[in-house]
């Protein structure tokens, strides 16, 4: 069982919620890898094998993801999600955007704004405005899940430096 997370990064860092969706993920047995696009984001690619939790740093260089549009970062993460049980991102603007074409092409459901994680297929999130939770079953080989940031703490630095594998873009 491996994890993927979805790192929403510039060229320096990973946003602070990417730490959060890791925590996320941490919860979930097997290994967590973190998938990096940007142009010229060695110095995010650096932060990220410094992340607690992370045993692999999947790193896609390309011009076009210095500004990654949704479509780009998609069929970067469609070319290795057979590789994954779970494919997470912070329920951001931007993992908004990228996971429901994932699930979509994917023909899965998409799990949206986790605030808890019960096992490695039972997930609580918000309904009704927030004013109820849902805990919900996922039955798809390949969970798509986006993760409220708020709801889980962020992971921390000091980890021991982990492989970092380069991806064709």
Not at 43 to 70: D, M, Q, R
Not at 85 to 94: D, N, P
């Amino acid at each position: 069982m491996t994890v993927l997370v979805i790192s929403e990064n510039d060229s320096d860092s990973i946003k602070p919620s990417v730490l959060n969706a890791i925590g996320a993920a941490a919860q979930l047995p097997g290994d967590t890898h973190l998938l990096i696009a940007g142009s010229g984001a060695d110095t995010a690619v650096e932060n990220g094998v410094k992340l607690e939790g992370i045993s692999k740093v999947l790193y896609a260089e390309a011009e076009h993801f210095e500004n990654p549009v949704a479509e780009d970062l998609t069929a970067l993460i469609m070319s290795i999600a057979s590789q994954y049980t779970h494919i997470l991102a912070a329920a951001t603007s931007f993992g908004k955007n990228v996971m429901p074409r994932v699930a979509a092409l994917l023909d899965v459901a998409q799990i949206s704004d986790i605030v808890k994680v019960e096992s490695e297929d039972v997930f609580v999130r918000p309904i009704y405005a927030g004013n109820a939770l849902a805990t919900v079953k996922a039955n798809d080989a390949i969970k798509v899940i986006t993760v409220r940031a708020t709801a889980f703490d962020a992971i921390s630095t000091g980890g021991d430096g982990v492989l970092v594998e380069r991806l064709q873009a």
